[in-house]
Every structure is written in structure tokens, then in C-alpha cells.
């Protein structure tokens, strides 16, 4: 069985300060996918990042960074002077091999401060 | 652009009234889902189409029905709506693989029951 555990539920900073929000995931697949999602309070989900478990190099993009690490079954996000827009509900997702289905972490929601 | 268009955003449907909820896409997806959000709570897994053969997850109820009439379109049933449904349902489609390439998701449908 495929989990993903983000054990903060909720972290509030002020605008400039960075950021990071945890990710632990547990799968017996040999192939996986790692995902991160962004839910404002809209309701959608928008995509972050895909990664496969083959790849352990750490990804920057922009204001955002994101550290895959395989020896600790960790995929942490990283927000470098976070601004308010920012404000949201983070998902961390699992995908397993040729599977359809994604499991979701139970979310972190961010409130950046002015 | 491409897109997952779900109809309508905020739905208001009466206990026990059935009720449908729209998904399109214009990706040409192989595969399209239905997930259901509570609130404060991850995405969860409902079933999915690939093409036109529909896989069930376990644990949905059997008040959730779905129906795929083209590649195009995918509806969700519920039989007789009950409080506990109330909830954000987001439609996502992929390309056949699954999560090798990653899901997009609809803004979602927001279903009150009253």
C-alpha cells in the first residue's frame, strides 16, 4: 500500500521568510512518481512538479525549490521569500509504476502574513 | 488551449435528488478520473476510465455512479445524495500510463446538499 504523510497541517509565516514544507512517502514499488499540487482557496489543483524515483536531483524553479531524497523516502518543498499570494494548501502525491491512482497527503496549509 | 473544463463550479442539490456532474477535456486523454475532496481533507479516488472500460476503487459507495459516453465526456452520478457527500469533486484525466505523465485536473465541483 502506497502513503504519503505530511505531518504539518498548518505553518504561518511572514511574507519574506522562506519556507519549507515536509513530505514522507512509503511504497513497495521499485517505479514512482512524486507530485506536489497547489490548492488555493478556489478550489483547483494546480501542478508543481512531477518526479520520478529514478531521479534524485534536486529541482529549482524560481522562488520554488524541491529536495528528493530516496534514503529517507522524503520530497520536501522549499518556498524562498514566500509572498502572500502563496497562501494555499499544499499537496504532496504518490503514483506508483503504471498505476492510475494518485494518493494524497493530507495537505499543509500555508498562510503567508504581509 | 487544451483543458478539463467541470460543470458547473458550485452545485446546490436537494437530500436524496439525484444529480449529475459534468467533465470535458480537450487533451484526448485516454484516461479521465473523478476524485471527491472534503473538507480540510486529501483528494480521494472514486474511480476512473480508461477509455471505455471503468475501474471502481474499492471503497466507493454505490450511490457514485459514472458514466463515459465518448472520449471527451465524463459524468458523475449520484443516485440519492446524502449529507456526508457534500464536497469538492475534481475531474483529472492523463494520457494512458497513468501517473508516468502526470494528472490535470478541473477546477473542481462544489456540491452542497441541503
Known amino acids: 500500500a502506497q502513503k504519503v504523510t505530511q505531518a504539518q497541517t498548518e505553518i504561518s509565516v511572514v511574507e519574506k521568510e522562506d519556507v519549507t514544507l515536509d513530505c514522507v512517502y512509503e511504497?513497495?514499488?521499485?517505479?514512482?512518481?512524486l507530485f506536489w499540487y497547489k490548492q488555493p482557496p478556489s478550489g483547483e489543483l494546480v501542478f508543481l512538479i512531477r518526479?520520478?524515483?529514478?531521479?534524485?536531483q534536486n529541482e529549482i524553479s524560481g522562488r520554488y525549490s524541491w529536495n528528493f531524497q530516496k534514503s529517507t523516502s522524503s520530497f520536501n518543498f522549499t518556498i524562498t521569500a514566500s509572498q502572500v499570494v502563496d497562501s494555499a494548501v499544499y499537496f504532496c502525491?504518490?503514483?506508483?509504476?503504471?498505476?492510475?491512482?494518485?494518493?494524497f497527503g493530507k495537505g499543509t496549509l500555508l498562510t503567508v502574513n504581509p | 488551449d487544451a483543458m478539463v473544463i467541470q460543470n458547473p463550479r458550485y452545485q446546490v442539490t436537494q437530500f436524496g435528488k439525484p444529480v449529475t456532474l459534468s467533465c470535458s477535456q480537450t487533451?484526448?486523454?485516454?484516461?479521465m478520473y473523478w476524485y471527491q475532496q472534503k473538507s480540510s481533507q486529501a483528494p480521494k479516488l472514486l474511480f476512473h476510465?480508461?477509455?471505455?472500460?471503468?475501474?471502481n476503487e474499492a471503497d466507493t459507495p454505490d450511490n457514485f455512479q459514472s458514466r463515459r459516453p465518448n472520449t471527451s465526456f465524463c459524468f458523475l452520478d449520484i443516485r440519492s445524495p446524502g449529507l456526508g457527500d457534500a464536497a469538492m469533486y475534481l475531474c483529472?484525466?492523463?494520457?494512458?500510463?497513468?501517473?508516468?505523465?502526470?494528472?490535470?485536473f478541473g477546477s473542481g465541483t462544489r456540491l452542497t446538499v441541503v
Open positions: 518526479r520520478n524515483s529514478f531521479d534524485e
Open positions: 476510465y480508461y477509455d471505455k472500460d471503468f475501474n
Open positions: 511504497t513497495r514499488d521499485t517505479t514512482y512518481y
Open positions: 502525491a504518490l503514483g506508483g509504476g503504471s498505476n492510475y491512482k494518485l494518493t
Open positions: 483529472a484525466t492523463s494520457r494512458a500510463g497513468g501517473v508516468n505523465y502526470g494528472y490535470t
Open positions: 487533451l484526448n486523454h485516454n484516461v
